[in-house]
């Protein structure tokens, strides 16, 4: 079946650091990619997608490269804010699926001023 | 819009006693879905519906009901509480198939059962 497996947390970086969450997937077919952010005592929101190989999905200066061939979408952002501190979900959404979304584990980020 | 709404926010019960989850949207969405989320498992699929009158099983559905009677509303029951069902319960929407795959969430409901 269909999984995604993200680097564990937490994750603590002093604002205006690198950031990468690593994500991984098993899927059948041609899934689309989803990175979506939580913050505090909130619902999810989505960050950015992709829906076929190759694609960036980029928002609010994050970026993640849908790569087929490592079966990765990793999380990326150049300088972090305090206020990026959230807990961060890669999902997919198989090709089989109209409804149903596959979450990873979640990954915490904390960035301290 | 108000988008995704849930009710209640908070909630405690004791073993046994039963309880509703409310959730509305009013954005026209088809598809209506329910998540829980426990420390270290991410979210999983409780039930989804498609549309008025059709609502299927997820991966966790035991413990619940659910109906769709409306667009709008997607109620989820508990018949029995149990501590095992002690998580936050998200409730989602997105448009059907011609209208993209962005699902929109509720601000949760956080249920602990004693």
């Known amino acids: 079946g269909d999984s995604v497996t993200q680097m564990e947390g937490p994750v603590t970086l002093s604002e205006e650091a690198f950031l990468t969450i690593n994500c991984t997937y098993t899927?059948?077919?041609?899934?689309?990619l989803f990175w979506y952010v939580q913050y505090p005592g909130e619902g999810l929101q989505l960050l950015l997608k992709?829906?076929?190989?190759?694609d960036k999905g980029s928002n609010k200066g994050f970026e993640a490269t849908y790569r087929k061939e490592t079966t990765s979408f990793h999380l990326e952002k150049g300088s972090v804010q305090v206020s990026d501190s959230a807990v961060y979900f890669c999902a997919l959404r198989s090709g089989g699926s109209n409804y149903k979304l596959t979450f990873g584990k979640g990954t915490l980020l904390t960035v301290n001023p | 819009n108000a988008g995704v709404t849930q009710t209640p926010k908070f909630q405690v019960l004791k073993t046994g006693q039963s309880m509703t989850l409310q959730c509305a949207q009013d954005m026209n969405h088809e598809y209506m879905s329910w998540y829980r989320q426990d420390p270290g498992m991410g979210l999983r699929l409780i039930h989804y519906s498609v549309g008025a009158g059709i609502t299927d099983q997820g991966e966790v559905p035991n413990g619940y009901n659910v109906s769709r009677s409306t667009t709008e509303d997607f109620p989820l029951r508990l018949l029995s509480a149990a501590p095992s069902q002690t998580s936050v319960y998200f409730c989602?929407?997105?448009?059907?198939?011609?209208?993209?795959?962005?699902?929109?969430f509720g601000p949760g409901t956080r249920l602990t059962v004693t």
């Open positions: 899927a059948t077919g041609y899934p689309s």
């Open positions: 992709a829906t076929k190989a190759d």
């Open positions: 989602a929407s997105r448009p059907g198939t011609s209208g993209g795959y962005e699902q929109y």
